[in-house]
Each structure stands twice: as C-alpha cells, then as structure tokens.
C-alpha cells in the first residue's frame, strides 16, 4: 500500500486553486470559469502520495564506448503521420472487410432528405392548424440540420412523401435517427408521437394516418436552456433550462457560436426515413457475449402492431462478419405467440473456438435473425457483434483496475468535440475511419466520445478499428430535479444505442459535477448531493437492465467528491494555471485526494494550441487577424472568439510579438504541457484512465485544445502525446534541468510499460552528450513488469566543468538485446562554479525567514550596518524606517523579500504598494529591465526548491502600485521591481530566492544582479 495522506494536509501541500475574475475571459467563457474554479472539500478523501522509491543508484563508472546508441528517428512530421497513417489503413483493412451473407430485403426504405424549415412565430399557436397546412415564410433544409436558434424556442419542417399501395400484413413507419432536441410529429396534419432527447433513434406508427400516393411530414422542433445554464453564445443569455444536453455537440458553421461546440443547437440533425414493413417484425437485436462459458445469448425484440397475439417461428443464423466462419446456420428457435408491442425472445448459442475481439484484432461475427409468422410476410434482420469482456475490479486493492477480455489494460485516451460526428454528417465515412485510425497512430487505446452519446456510425467504425469508447451521458454540473425520470428513460436510450458494440466499454453520466457550494446557476434549480446520488442508483438500474455486463464509471471530472465508483478528476494544471493539483506537487508523484483504496482517473487535461497562421488566415473572419504589419505587432488571440491563450499565456511563456510568434509560442507550450503531464501519468500505476482534451477540432479555431486541427494536420502536442504514450518506454523524471560543475546530478530513471510485454534480454543504456558528443555512456540491467511503470534507480553524475553556459543532454534508452526499443532525453544545461560573493548583508527578519535563509546560503556575512540590507519583515523595517532611508541616501541597495499580501508603503514613493498572494512557476524576464536581458525565455521556469525537495512557485505574490522599474513579472504583474531611493535603490522582490540560489544557477545569478548591479 502506498502511503496517505488526509485531506486535510493536502490542503497545507496544496493550495486552494484561484477563482477566475470575472472579466479575465468576458462573462460567455463558461467552461474557462469552471476549469478555473476550486473543487469543492469533501472528508474522507485522502491525498495518494508520490511511490516511496528505493536508495537504488544507478553506477556512473567509466565510460563504456560499446553503450553508446543512436536515438530513434522520431515521428515528427505531418508526412511521417500520413505515411504511418496509410500503412495501418493496410493492415487494419481485412477488419473491414465483409463475409456474412447479405440478407433478403424485407423492408421498402425511402429516406426523407430535404424539407422546408422555419422559426416558429407567436401567431403559429392561435391558428396551428394553417402551420401544418403550409403557412409561413419557409426556406428549404437538407438533413442533416443543425444548428441555430437556441434556448427556448420552436421551429418547423415540412416536407411531402409519395407511398406505393401497402397489403393488410404491411405497416407504415416514420424513423428518426436523432432530432435535437423535442420532436412532435404530424402526418398528414395528424398528431403521431413526440419523443425527448437529441440522441436516441425514434419511430412511429402511422398506418392509419398515411394513403397512397401524396402525404405529408410535420415536426415541430422544440429546443430549451440546457441544464448546465450556459448556452455559450453571447446572443443568448445564460439560463437554466431542462435541456439534457452537457457542452458539447457536431457544432455548425458559425465563427461566432457554432464553431465552438458548445452552443445547444437544434434540429433534424440524423437521417429520417418512411419504412414500410411487416407488421410483426425485429425492432432490435442484442447479443451479450459470454466468452467465460464459450457461448453468447441474443436477445431479438419483436415488435406486433396489432392487439391480437401472432403466432411465429424465428430463424437465426451466425456467420464471421469479417472472416470466413459460419457458426450456427438457419437454428430455429421456438418460441410463444407475440403479443402487442415489444415481446423480446431469447437466443443462447455456443461459439467453439471463437475468436476474441481484440484492439489489434477486432474480429466480428454477425447474428441474422429471421421472423416468420404464421400469416404474413417475414422480416429480416442482423447485428453484428464481438466477443469480448471489460471489467471494472471493484474488489480486490486498490480497487478500479480494468480488464479487457481477463487481462489487466490501462486506458490512455484522448476526447472528442465533434469531428467524429461531423464526419457522419457530411456523409465522409472514409475519413471517420482515418481519424479513428489516427488516435491508433497516436498509441491512443480510447476515445471519450465527450459529454453525449453520437451517431451509431461511429461506433460501428470503433468496432471495426478496434478502439475502446466511453460513452457519456449529456450532463455537465447539474441535473434538473423535475427531470430525473427523463434522465432514467433516457439513460436507458443511451446504452440500448451503443450495447452491441464490443468497442464500446465504459459509460459515465455527467461530466464535472459541481458542489452545491460552487454551483453555477441557482441552487433551488438543481439537484442536491443527496438527490444526485439516488439519481445515480436509479440510471444504474436502467443501463444495467439494458446491458448487465455494463461498467460505469459514474462521473467524468469530480468537482464534488466522492462519486460512486472509479474516482475521475480533471486537471488543466498547466492551463487553467493550478487546475486540480500543483505541477509541482503532479510531477513529483502526487495526485488529487480521492477515496482511500482506489486507483484513479483523470478524464481531461491539457493546453491550448493556436491553430496554424495559414489555416487561420484562410477560415477566419478579417476582424480576427491582423490588418497589416503595424496591426500585427500589437496582435494578440484575444481577438479569436473564445480562444484562452491571450489570458493564459502569462502563467507559462512571454508575450509574442506577432502574430506568427503567438501561434508557435502556444503550440510549443502545448507540447511541453503535453508531455509533462503525460509522463507523470505514466509513472503513476494508480492512474488507470486518463484522456487528453482533445483530439481533433471539428472546426476551425474550435477549441484549440485539440492536438490536431480541423484540417487533419497535426500539432506539435500531437507527437509529443504520441511519444509519451509508446507503450513501453524509457523516462526520465528530474526536476533540475540546470547545474553547476562539480555539482552530481540526480535523475530518476524509470520503464513505463502498458502492456503484457516482457522483452528477454531488457538492459538499460544511458549517455551524456555535450554539445552534441557523448562524452560518457554506461549499461545496466533494467526491470521490467508487465501493465507497470518500474523505478530503475538514481543517477550520481557529475557535472562537467564548464567555462560558459553549456548545454547537454542525458538520453536513456531500453534495450532488447541489441535492439532499441524505446529512448528518451531531457535537455540539460550546465554552468560554471559560482563565484563567492563579495558582498556585506544587514538583516531584518525572522531568524529562519527567506532573508536570513538567503545569507545563509550564500555565505554572506551579515553586519549591524551595510551597503546592503535584506529585510523580511516589514514591522522590523518600521522600526528602523529612519535607520533604512539614511542607509539608502548613503546608497545602500535594500531588497524587502516575499512580504505578505497587504498594503505598504516603501521607501522612494509616498504612494502604497498592494502585495497580492500568487503562486507562479514561470516568471517573464521580457521587461526591457537591463538587469535580466540577458537571461533566456525560460530561466524563470520551475526552480527547484532544496527546502521541499521538488519543484514549487516561484514567488509567493505580486505588486501593483507606484512607481516602480520591473525587472520581472508574474501573471501580468511586478514580481521584482526596482526603484531609485535617495542615492540607493529599493527592490521589492516577491520571487523565492532563499531555498533556490544553490541548486538554480539562473536563481543565483539573478540575485547577483540584485545584489551587485549598478543603475545608470
């Protein structure tokens, strides 16, 4: 068991993520809101601690030429991608292929493709009945139709079909795939049925309503508020309504609204279709495999649209769908007369030597089922299906491990927005089947189709790749109370849709569940914990009397834990800046506290990536980019809609200077975000789930989260993503990337291994390169387990001795035997030995604050009097204020170090400072200040902190007020700042240096400049 810690502690290791101000994104960025907000407290957690690792040390020894290796050419081009792209189409295409016989036709199908469509009026509803005879303005639709007007409010199709004459054994029915998100249907001006929910496929009878020849369709769309409140379109206002729907959809042709998934659309958006067929017929099949005894069991659902029971035999027949094999031909099952409505018979069958349903091998059989009645014409009907198992151990501990088919997985995914559904509707399933080929290129195992079910397409098209999906329900934060039946009925729509996929494995049913405490909206519109739990219970029963090998994992992204079931919690640390947990406290080993004894998950993270300068320029709006050079130079992302990089680049990297430089300053922090993360899941064997937001945009300048954009050419983060989740590799974890000589650098070096591989012959390879020579290399057996990252020891390297800033890189590498399977680098750089520092020191501070720590550490003798003072507490600085002001007309240079937020007023200025608390990992030197312009982009990035042991902020605030010379800034604000006092200067200096100048040589020289620079 790994050690634990309360809840409680974790709060004094981790503090409280900040609120969003309300005008940092504009009042319609909802989901940045809720992606900045805190989770809410909950007891009873418990905070999983980073592995207690083992003085192992992996000998430095001389240096063996024979363990020298040449890194893998990497995967970096988008050429590379398409060319690994179309070898897998090869290789995965005898999945695709067909070699169950094809069924007679018994049914007359005749789709419904175009209809006249407008916006109800308040005048439609005193003289309805002119509506449905054609009034009004109409503009002709095709179907698919989705898009606008949202909230509440009412639009109309109407379309005429012809029907051949039908006999006595024949019935007449209206299908929908989907309609978002009311339907009530008319036909021929009579009311037939209405049916609630976006997702689902519906259908009526309308025999008695239709005749030969001319009839016509009329259905009244009706589309409310979501649940959530946030409609995500500033022509609408943000309300509550009882629309379950969550936050995301296919999206529509709109840069203002639509191309952000996020608005709450409408309409016909799945085929529809007029069937004739016979009266006692299949309205659906489910075969449940049973690999355990050898057998599966279909159950076919009959449906009799008369009163009077029918008497019937069924034939059913199972053949390979994908491979030659015929494994039950024309069985007669006997069965009791059907009565009205549904009636669902029962198959069982055995499957002797029947091939498993694999990612690498999703082989497929098809179930035919026949229906003849004792009068009348039968009806034929088939479901493919796969014979597989997936679990969730609930057990044995820690509990929530997966296993696919009696072998442990772990799931490494990524989400979707809408490309998938988008390419249904344009009718592209050639490039539904590459982008889900994609993820496979991308060593991605499965695909949270995020916060809805989608259309069956794309499920049939994971059953044929062999990728694993998890399913959501549309709910995000609440739920209505009134609504819970309809959440019942509709969580039993959900699973009867995707039930016969074997690549649908997982379903949750809401995604980032919000506290009472924390809740958007009014919290008299939506259910309580209580109310959500039995909410919960009762959706478990409708899904599981549907499937009941089901696993549910009942909520995506806990902003209210604990939930039933595997704990899911979102983290956008290196976005939403401290989202979820510290990267620090992330990259060490840590997690967000969650139910003791559990594994755990974490449904979405990641950081936004500007879409490229062509691909904007060629979709965007002319007010979203820069009109000329001057514009340019002054252009920030701020003015694509709903693009978060303007607000949120400050916590990670410079501001650019263009346009161009924006967009690859985004993309760069993506990827770097990317791996980060990535790898801290990797090595952590409690996360058994995690899935990168997202996967590819849907549209342009979407939601730039995704990792490929809408026209299928990848980021940056999309091999970096790919790199760190090679299912067995090397890494790496340090968290210094900078040295002195003579210093001994310490690595952690690990093998990450997701699958059941076991090479023969595993031995490690590790180099140290300088300037692109290896000038030390060594080799040593490595330990490898099966579906487990395994520490394999520290490294004692030396540091070189360096004149200059140097830069180095140590690579690690597995090997099998002579082969290379996997290597690694980190990027290093080493400097020279510092310099004593010549320089006298009077503090005033607490015996252990960070000024007496900061003398400490750097050997400076501390005097009653100096040219130098280092103050940390500002009631001891009042005291001598008078002492102080003659120091500074004498010239002294005084730095006040991380005083605590507050107002203050220092020497050189009458006006008051406002010390507010931050917690910055990145610092930007980009002031123009003469003291740091020398120093790179990223020397005020992660110092590691000697008190700690790991990586913590960088400075405990930042200032406004008064005149002040910034040297650097922290999230848009002074972080160190100078100014002239007397004959001295003033500093103020938020950043942490006490516990940092020793092991950050860019800290030390930096404080050097504090200490020792001269201002013109």
């Not at 968290?735 to 210093?743: A, L, Q, Y």
Request: net charge negative; hydrophobic share 40%.
């Amino acid at each position: 068991m790994m050690p634990v810690v309360r809840a409680g502690l974790a709060a004094v290791l981790l503090p409280c993520c900040c609120l969003l101000q309300a005008d940092v994104f504009g009042a319609q960025d909802a989901l940045a809101e809720i992606g900045l907000s805190a989770r809410s407290d909950t007891n009873g957690l418990v905070m999983p601690q980073p592995p207690e690792l083992p003085d192992r040390m992996i000998p430095f020894g001389e240096h063996d030429p024979s363990a020298a290796f040449q890194p893998a050419d990497r995967m970096d081009t988008p050429e590379e991608m398409r060319a690994a792209l179309r070898e897998l189409r090869e290789s995965m295409a005898p999945f695709f292929e067909n070699h169950a016989p094809p069924l007679p036709s018994s049914r007359r199908i005749r789709p419904i493709t175009t209809f006249d469509w407008r916006i109800a009026t308040e005048e439609d509803w005193t003289n309805f009945s002119t509506v449905l005879a054609g009034a009004g303005e109409w503009q002709p639709v095709r179907i698919p139709h989705y898009g606008p007007p949202l909230g509440k409010t009412n639009t109309f199709y109407r379309t005429t079909f012809n029907l051949e004459s039908w006999d006595s054994t024949e019935a007449v029915f209206v299908r929908f795939r989907g309609v978002d998100y009311k339907a009530h249907v008319f036909v021929n001006g009579a009311f037939v049925g209405s049916h609630e929910g976006f997702f689902a496929p519906f259908e009526f009878d309308i025999t008695r309503c239709v005749k030969p020849g001319e009839n016509t369709l009329f259905v009244h769309v009706e589309n409310d508020f979501p649940t959530l409140g946030a409609v995500n379109d500033p022509g609408y206002p943000d309300l509550m309504g009882d629309k379950l729907y969550a936050a995301t959809g296919p999206g529509y042709d709109d840069p203002n609204a639509g191309w952000h998934h996020c608005p709450p659309g409408m309409g016909i958006w799945q085929p529809v279709s007029i069937e004739v067929r016979p009266r006692l017929h299949v309205r659906d099949i489910f075969v449940r495999p049973l690999p355990d005894e050898a057998a599966a069991e279909a159950v076919i659902e009959v449906w009799n649209c008369d009163v009077a029971p029918k008497e019937l035999e069924i034939h059913f027949s199972v053949r390979g769908l994908n491979f030659e094999q015929s494994v039950a031909s024309n069985h007669v099952l006997a069965v009791d007369a059907a009565g009205e409505g549904p009636n669902w018979y029962r198959a069982r069958f055995d499957m002797p030597g029947f091939r498993w349903w694999t990612p690498d091998a999703p082989w497929l059989y098809e179930f035919q089922a026949t229906v003849i009645p004792k009068i009348g014409k039968p009806d034929h009907a088939n479901r493919h299906f796969g014979m597989r198992t997936f679990r969730l151990d609930t057990a044995d501990e820690p509990r929530g491990r997966f296993f696919l088919n009696g072998r442990e997985l772990r799931l490494r995914g990524a989400n979707t927005m809408g490309f998938e559904q988008q390419d249904v509707m344009r009718g592209d399933l050639d490039q539904l089947r590459d982008d889900l080929l994609l993820a496979k290129v991308a060593h991605i195992n499965f695909l949270r189709i995020t916060q809805r079910p989608v259309q069956e397409e794309v499920y049939d098209m994971a059953d044929r790749v062999g990728l694993l999906i998890q399913t959501d329900f549309p709910l995000f934060g609440h739920m209505r109370p009134n609504q819970f039946a309809e959440g019942v009925r509709q969580a039993a729509e959900m699973e009867r849709l995707i039930r016969s996929h074997p690549s649908c494995v997982l379903v949750s049913y809401i995604n980032e569940r919000f506290s009472t405490a924390k809740s958007r909206g009014k919290v008299h519109r939506r259910m309580h914990r209580d109310e959500m739990e039995r909410f919960f219970a009762a959706m478990d029963q409708a899904v599981l009397s549907q499937n009941p090998d089901r696993v549910i994992k009942a909520v995506d992204g806990d902003y209210d834990p604990p939930a039933p079931g595997l704990p899911d919690n979102h983290c956008y640390t290196l976005w939403y800046f401290r989202n979820g947990i510290d990267i620090g406290l992330l990259h060490k080993g840590y997690w967000q506290a969650v139910k003791a004894g559990w594994n755990y998950a974490c449904g979405e993270f990641g950081a936004e990536g500007l879409d490229r300068v062509e691909l904007l320029r060629r979709y965007c709006p002319s007010n979203w980019l820069p009109s000329g050079a001057a514009d340019d130079r002054s252009w920030t992302p701020d003015r694509i809609v709903r693009a978060q990089t303007a607000a949120m680049h400050e916590h990670f990297f410079d501001t650019p200077d263009s346009m161009e430089e924006w967009v690859s300053a985004s993309r760069e922090h993506q990827a770097w975000a990317t791996r980060l993360m990535t790898e801290a899941f990797r090595r952590d064997n409690r996360m058994v789930s995690f899935a990168i937001h997202l996967f590819i945009d849907a549209w342009p300048a979407g939601w730039m989260k995704a990792i490929v954009d809408v026209e299928r050419e990848p980021k940056p983060a999309f091999f970096a993503y790919r790199e760190a989740l090679t299912p067995l590799m090397a890494n790496i974890r340090t968290d210094r990337w900078k040295f002195f000589s003579g210093e001994r650098m310490r690595h952690e070096f690990w093998i990450c291994n997701d699958t059941h591989e076991m090479p023969s012959n595993a031995e490690l390879r590790w180099q140290l390169e300088i300037d692109g020579r290896v000038v030390h290399a060594r080799r040593s057996p490595a330990e490898i387990r099966p579906n487990e990252a395994v520490f394999q020891g520290f490294t004692d390297i030396p540091v070189p001795e360096v004149n200059v800033r140097t830069k180095g890189t140590l690579r690690l590498a597995l090997f099998d035997g002579e082969r290379l399977v996997h290597d690694t680098a980190v990027e290093l750089e080493f400097f020279p030995r510092p310099k004593p520092l010549e320089v006298a020191v009077h503090v005033l501070g607490q015996t252990d604050g960070p000024a007496a720590r900061l003398a400490r550490e750097l050997n400076l003798p501390v005097r009653e009097t100096g040219t130098v003072w280092l103050i940390d507490d500002f009631e001891a600085f009042e005291r001598a204020r008078a002492e102080v002001d003659r120091a500074l007309e004498d010239g002294a240079r005084v730095l006040f170090l991380n005083l605590p937020p507050g107002r203050y007023v220092l020497p050189g200025s009458s006006e008051s400072v406002l010390v507010a608390s931050a917690n910055p990992h990145f610092l930007t030197r980009k002031t123009g200040h003469e003291w740091v312009r020398d120093f790179e982009p990223f020397d005020f990035r992660f110092w590691y902190d000697q008190r700690a042991g790991m990586l913590t902020p960088l400075a405990s605030g930042k200032f406004t007020g008064g005149p002040w010379n910034p040297i650097v800034k922290a999230q848009g604000q002074n972080a160190v700042a100078e100014r002239a006092a007397g004959r001295g200067r003033v500093i103020l200096c938020q950043a942490f240096l006490a516990d940092r100048v020793t092991a950050n040589p860019t800290a030390r020289l930096f404080v050097e400049r504090l200490l020792r620079e001269t201002r013109e």
